[in-house]
């Protein structure tokens, strides 16, 4: 009996040891206050953006676009078209776009971004500015910081120094407190990120930002990741970084003594701790795809003549939304994760919150999966006892 006792007590800590999926990742402020990560600590910038993915991608849009003639399929062209690097040829679609929709917040955004990857920045101001006009929310309600990229980039066309004395955001101390401008500034950095060619002073800036904001709001162990972005990826030269990157590490090396609430038996609870930046960065063309423009259509007059015009905004979103109707009906492939959430695409997207969600599921359904387990364990143990026992008589 004594054995039969210890063997089910060794199984029983044998599912707690071999139950991988209910990590809890924990990371402090610059108070000490700790934050629980939930299952997954990263949630990585995108360097650049899938190139075969958006090359497929072009290719569908092109086929539906013949056969519905909606706007919002060419404004999505216009999209994938500067994820690929041809900002000129999206550039004229939107332009066209934009006088038969210019109450549409996304073509305006679009525009915008278009002017913006054209070296046209008081252009892309007047549009991302009527983007905000038409829907204030847009971007979670970031949109704001683009306006003052714009404007710092219009700033240092006229004193390429601008940035020496000052920072792209303005920031006061106590907006570097604010949960909500973190959230925003990182949405416009996943955004912003794959599309900017580095060194780049103004991404340096914002992820010093991002920093103060993380150490103050979230996490100490991310700012001294968004700090090194900014001076080894973005290229910085301010020596206020050195500062922020020690003491960031004094605090880390601080709050790794601080015990980790330990609070079910399933969790298994990990402080974040010191990590490289460059986890924060992926890569989406490591094998530096080559695109083969000779098979895309890049024709402005031809794709523009696709579009039925006389369809107003409304019968063409409302076709949209039918089609979408339909779409969900099928079966569908989780959504790929890779690219940026930039600009205004109608394809699915998974987000940070939606990655949460996820893992919430995870974490909800892990523990009965645990108990199941273990109630087979014991049947399974109570089971050979007898059988041990049948066998001796």
Not at 345 to 358: F, L, N, Y
Request: glycine share 4%; with cysteine; proline share 4%.
């Amino acid at each position: 009996m004594k054995r039969f006792l210890l063997f089910l007590i060794f199984s029983a800590c044998a599912v707690f040891k071999a139950y991988p999926c209910l990590n809890t990742y924990y990371v402090f402020d610059q108070e000490g206050t700790l934050y629980s990560m939930g299952g997954e600590w990263q949630y990585p910038f995108n360097k650049n953006f899938n190139l075969e993915r958006n090359v497929t991608h072009l290719k569908k849009l092109e086929q539906k676009l013949k056969v519905e003639q909606n706007y919002m399929l060419l404004s999505d062209y216009a999209v994938c078209l500067m994820k690929l690097g041809k900002p000129k040829v999206a550039l004229e679609i939107l332009i066209e776009l934009y006088k038969h929709y210019p109450s549409e917040y996304q073509i305006a955004a679009n525009l915008g971004t278009a002017y913006e990857l054209n070296a046209r920045p008081d252009s892309a101001l007047k549009y991302i500015k009527r983007d905000m006009e038409l829907n204030p929310n847009d971007h979670e309600g970031s949109e704001w910081i683009h306006v003052k990229v714009l404007e710092a980039k219009l700033a240092l066309q006229q004193n390429p120094d601008y940035l020496h004395d000052h920072s792209v955001l303005g920031l006061k101390q106590a907006q570097k407190k604010d949960s909500l401008l973190f959230k925003q500034l990182t949405i416009q950095l996943q955004e912003r990120v794959p599309f900017t060619p580095v060194p780049d002073p103004i991404l340096a800036s914002l992820f010093t930002d991002l920093g103060d904001l993380s150490a103050a709001v979230r996490s100490v162990e991310y700012a001294r990741a968004y700090y090194h972005i900014a001076k080894d990826y973005c290229g910085s030269q301010h020596p206020e970084l050195d500062v922020k990157i020690k003491t960031m590490d004094k605090l880390i090396n601080k709050y790794a003594a601080v015990p980790v609430p330990h609070r079910s038996m399933e969790e298994t609870p990990t402080h974040v701790g010191f990590f490289r930046y460059t986890e924060l960065l992926k890569d989406n063309d490591a094998g530096h795809y080559m695109i083969n423009w000779d098979r895309l259509n890049t024709n402005v007059a031809e794709l523009t003549a696709y579009v039925d015009y006389t369809k107003s905004r409304q019968e063409a979103r409302t076709d949209a939304l039918k089609k979408e109707e339909k779409q969900k009906e099928e079966p569908k492939l989780t959504a790929n994760k890779d690219d940026s959430l930039a600009l205004k695409q109608g394809g699915d997207h998974t987000t940070v919150t939606d990655a949460k969600k996820q893992m919430d599921s995870v974490t909800h359904w892990g523990p009965v999966f645990m108990w199941l387990y273990m109630l087979l364990v014991l049947v399974t143990g109570i089971g050979l006892y007898l059988l041990v026992r049948r066998l001796r008589k």
